[in-house]
């Protein structure tokens, strides 16, 4: 089974904090995904990755920023946290071949006060 | 238009009873669809996984596409409070990996 887990389920921090969100997935994919979840709007993607080192903006990057160093290893960056930015955050993983299924962790529900 | 419209509800059924859920969308060129089940305070999990139109089923779940229409829908009969969840729908065109999601479909089957 794939296993997608995130470093926090929840995460409590203050506006104007730095924030690392950690996404690690064992299964060997190619692709990983950061996206917010909030009530009346769905999943919404932020970034994604399809290779280490290399990222793509999704619909809504502003005010976020990710890392790939490892396959396995995709972390989100709060540069600098807004009590906008308060959500549920997924990761997901999928393999990067045509079929498209993605794997998500449990999320993470981070509150920026 | 959103490309992909889904009804929020909430959805409230009796146990037994069959559940329809329903997408629809406006960017012909979705070739996978796909349904992920997300239970509260839990990540969404990949439920049914349909390519080009047609039916699929998968024990108690089935999921319709009609491209012509272009509309999904899924299906699941002898509901269970088990199957109280967030159901969303997902797609994608072909060879693409972003995934394009409904805004989910709260589901709530009542014993």
């Known amino acids: 089974d794939v296993k997608v887990t995130q470093s926090s389920r929840y995460l409590v921090k203050r506006t104007g904090e730095k924030v690392f969100l950690e996404c690690v997935q064992d299964?060997?994919?190619?692709?990983m995904f950061w996206y917010r979840q909030d009530p009346g709007l769905g999943l919404r993607l932020i970034y994604f990755s399809y290779d280490v080192k290399m990222k793509e903006k999704g619909d809504i990057p502003e005010g976020y920023s990710v890392s790939r160093e490892k396959k396995e290893r995709f972390s989100l960056i709060l540069e600098s946290a807004s009590t906008n930015q308060t959500s549920m955050y997924l990761c997901a993983s999928s393999l990067g071949l045509r079929h498209d299924e993605q794997y998500f962790g449990p999320g993470t529900r981070l509150t920026v006060t | 238009q959103k490309e992909v419209e889904q009804d929020p509800g909430p959805l409230s059924v009796p146990e037994g009873a069959i559940v329809s859920l329903n997408c629809t969308y406006s960017n012909s060129a979705f070739q996978y669809f796909m349904w992920y089940r997300q239970y509260s305070r839990k990540g969404p999990e990949l439920l049914m996984y349909t390519y080009s139109s047609g039916n699929k089923e998968d024990g108690r779940f089935t999921a319709q596409v009609d491209k012509s229409s272009k509309y999904i829908s899924l299906f699941i009969r002898d509901s269970q409070p088990s199957d109280s969840a967030t159901y969303l729908c997902a797609m994608s065109p072909n060879g693409n990996n972003r995934l394009a999601f409904g805004k989910g479909n709260q589901v709530v089957v009542i014993p």
């Open positions: 299964m060997d994919h190619e692709n």
